[in-house]
């Protein structure tokens, strides 16, 4: 029996897509911290287009150090945005550059590169499929769906996670305006503590789950053939895997929300993505669980 989540630990909320003043985005870093310090989030990672914010550490807040790099194709209409986390120095990047350079300098630089909202940038599934490195990518993006209507890449990430390709999920804000972007989207990571340290081993242990302000989850237990997600009071509780149908898939609550439920396992599944829609259509979802796995 394995449980993806230690009951005892604390939830800490963080953003890893945030902009300033640094490039386009409208606060200044110190009032970014401090509008999102009285939100209650407890980490952030300012990551301006083509630079690099120090990291730091504050007494229940930790600034995580961070860079977009991009690189806009206009004639092929397939935005590369590689966003980088948790560096501790500038990314060597110089304008032109490609989506596998970026990635490679994010990685030099001591971080991690996350795929930036690929629905907005009109990416393939190839396109996504042709990079290595990634870590995770961004399925809920708050400045994509408020100024673009194309936040929501969970159906592109599934089709790439059912051909095998499976990275982390984020909720980000992606903030620029401070305004209808701002508090949409965001990851509940658990952590020993918010040192860069344990923040940064928790996110590449996979100790979170990405949000829209959906219900929040529990526990999920996974035991033989069957996975169990305990969670708030959601609405549908919707268990995404490879398999084309399964009659339990999408569970909607009857006379009470639903608080737990479980889904068999089938054979020809690779994967499961647990989500959880509340009354207003807010998501949460787990982290791909990889099932069936063939002994090596
Ligand atoms: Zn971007
Ligand atoms: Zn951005």
Not at 89 to 104: E, F, L, N, W
Request: with cysteine; proline share 3%; aromatic share 12%.
């Amino acid at each position: 029996m394995q449980k993806l989540y230690d009951e005892n630990a604390p939830w800490y909320r963080g953003n890893l897509h945030t902009h300033t003043t640094l490039s386009d985005g409208h606060l200044d870093p110190d009032e970014a911290i401090q509008y999102y310090r009285k939100e209650g989030y407890s980490f952030l990672a300012i990551t301006d287009h083509r630079r690099f914010y120090q990291y730091n550490e504050e007494k229940g807040f930790t600034l995580l150090g961070g860079t977009e790099l991009d690189d806009n194709d206009f004639e092929n209409h397939a935005a590369w945005h590689i966003i980088g986390v948790g560096m501790t120095k500038a990314a060597r990047y110089s304008r032109g550059d490609k989506a596998p350079r970026m990635i490679q300098a994010v990685h030099e630089a001591g971080g991690i590169a996350v795929l930036g909202h690929p629905a907005w940038s009109l990416l393939t599934h190839r396109d996504m499929m042709s990079l290595d490195g990634i870590f995770a990518t961004e399925i809920y993006s708050g400045v994509s769906e408020a100024f673009t209507g194309r936040g929501d890449s969970s159906e592109y990430v599934d089709v790439c996670a059912a051909k095998g390709c499976r990275h982390m999920l984020l909720g980000v804000d992606d903030t620029h305006y401070y305004d209808r972007d701002a508090f949409q989207a965001w990851i509940m990571l658990q952590a020993p503590s918010l040192s860069r340290e344990d923040l940064m081993a928790s996110l590449l242990a996979g100790n979170f789950y990405a949000t829209e302000g959906g219900p929040g989850f529990r526990q999920i237990t996974i035991d033989g053939d069957t996975i169990e997600v305990q969670c708030e009071p959601s609405q549908v509780v919707t268990f995404y895997s490879d398999a084309f149908y399964c009659d339990d898939r999408v569970q909607y609550a009857a006379a009470a929300p639903i608080r737990s439920a479980t889904y068999k396992i089938k054979k020809s599944d690779s994967f499961v993505r647990v989500q959880l829609t509340d009354e207003k259509g807010k998501r949460s979802t787990s982290q791909y669980i990889e099932v069936n796995r063939k002994p090596v």
